[in-house]
């Protein structure tokens, strides 16, 4: 039987498939340090759990609203408005079943043939394949390592048009971990004021920072009625497995989101909403704890990359991924980013990611998770040190 023209159109996620190599490898016996998927490896905390474990044996098993309980939208709305300083009511939110359904439902509301999507490029490769299934031209706008993997707005400039439908920001940034300046984010939203243009702002990342602070442009004026708020819990609370997200948008396109949730998925799970209540409203000692660690982690491999012949690499400000340059060990050795990547993996026992599984412009690079101990970073980058050395 053939399938719709359109599924040739879907891309994927590498590093699931990075991450199925990796454990085939490892049924054979070998060794393999993960850092290719972007997965924080500490525990749920304790109250988060507790409180899901109370909804079971309270009954919360069954159908709920379909955009999410009421608690828990507006328990999302009191946070993300107090924190932007905007005001946000419950029928703004959107619960989801983990954050990609906000970038699916968003861009399929809005976008279609004809239309342009202006995205990241090196980006979440979801971003570009999502775009292209729904017959949108896809508009990479490249983020340069000279500017901290900030785009140009000068480049950007020119790349919106009246055909232009959506402009995806994600700040902090995944995979290089750059942020966006509040300079960049009111040149943008200079740009699209007064124009049919809506902004999808991945957030995912807001409180995975080290230094630096952050900045959403929906807390600029005029912006919040243009801003979809991209976000969820798997990154922030170590709860990528519960499948927990949620958009903040204007509540005309909330009134459509959840009419896409309904037809696809119904509604999203009653009881581990109640976990999302108490990630929120609950002590946010362990999620701090765990931002300290991941910064103590990326200062062991930045300085640990940027020790290895012919590798450099930007410290991120966010986020919990490296992107080190290894443009000079492409011209050292001939091989290309992919050929790198897979020859970390099958010789060093090193699960990375190319630079390419996240757009043309990440060619010449690599894209690390540092969501591993710091025992395992370091042999690594000892491995990719021994390995570099046999090329």
Same mark, same amino acid.
């Given at each position: ?6 599924m ?6 590498? =590093?699931?498939?990075?991450l ?18 972007g ?13 899901? @474990? ?14 999410g ?7 999302? =709305? ?5 924190a932007?300083?905007?005001?946000v ?25 004809g ?12 971003y ?18 000279? @500017? ?14 009246d ?7 994600? /700040? ?11 300079s ?11 124009r ?22 929906? #807390? ?5 009625? @243009? ?8 990154k922030?609370?170590a709860?990528?497995g519960w ?10 396109l ?9 037809n #696809?998925?119904?509604c999203?799970n /009653?009881?581990i ?5 108490a ?10 704890? +765990? ?20 590798? #450099? ?14 443009k ?13 990547a ?10 990375v990611? #190319?630079?390419?599984a996240f ?15 710091v ?8 491995? +990719?040190?021994?390995?570099?050395? @046999?090329?």
């Amino acid at each position: 039987m053939k399938l719709a023209d359109r599924m040739a159109r879907l891309g994927t996620e590498t =590093a699931f498939e990075v991450l199925a190599k990796a454990k085939a490898l490892e049924a054979q016996g070998r060794d393999i340090v993960h850092l290719e998927i972007g997965e924080p490896d500490f525990d749920t905390p304790a109250h988060i759990r507790e409180a899901t @474990k109370k909804a079971i044996d309270e009954g919360y098993t069954h159908y709920g609203p379909a955009p999410g309980i009421p608690e828990l939208r507006k328990a999302i =709305a009191e946070s993300i408005g107090a924190a932007r300083n905007i005001t946000v009511n419950s029928d703004q939110v959107v619960v989801t079943l983990g954050a990609k359904p906000i970038i699916f439902f968003s861009i399929l509301a809005l976008a279609q043939a004809g239309d342009e999507v202006i995205y990241p490029d090196p980006g979440f490769p979801i971003y570009e394949s999502v775009i292209n299934f729904t017959g949108a031209r896809q508009v990479p706008i490249p983020l340069r390592e000279e @500017k901290e993997f900030r785009f140009d707005v000068d480049e950007l400039r020119p790349l919106i048009n009246d055909r232009t439908k959506m402009i995806i920001l994600n /700040s902090p940034h995944n995979p290089t971990g750059g942020m966006l300046s509040p300079s960049d984010l009111e040149a943008v939203a200079e740009m699209v004021r007064g124009r049919d243009i809506v902004i999808l702002s991945d957030e995912v990342y807001e409180f995975i920072l080290y230094e630096n602070k952050f900045h959403s442009i929906a #807390s600029l004026p005029g912006m919040q009625e @243009k801003t979809i708020i991209l976000h969820g819990f798997s990154k922030t609370y170590a709860m990528t497995g519960w499948r927990l997200g949620f958009g903040v948008m204007p509540e005309w396109l909330a009134e459509c989101i959840t009419q896409l949730q309904v037809n #696809s998925n119904s509604c999203p799970n /009653s009881f581990i909403q109640y976990g999302g209540i108490a990630a929120i409203k609950g002590p946010q000692d362990e999620s701090r704890k +765990m931002v300290a660690e991941f910064k103590r982690r990326r200062d062991v491999i930045v300085d640990g990359l940027n020790h290895l012949d012919g590798v #450099s690499c930007l410290t991120p400000g966010g986020a919990f991924y490296v992107f080190p340059n290894i443009k000079d060990l492409i011209k050292q050795t001939g091989k290309d980013t992919k050929e790198l990547a897979e020859y970390f993996l099958k010789e060093a026992g090193i699960a990375v990611l #190319s630079g390419t599984a996240f757009g043309e412009y990440g060619e010449g690079y690599l894209r690390l998770s540092y969501a591993n101990s710091v025992e395992n970073i370091q042999k690594a980058v000892q491995r +990719m040190d021994e390995a570099i050395r @046999k090329l």
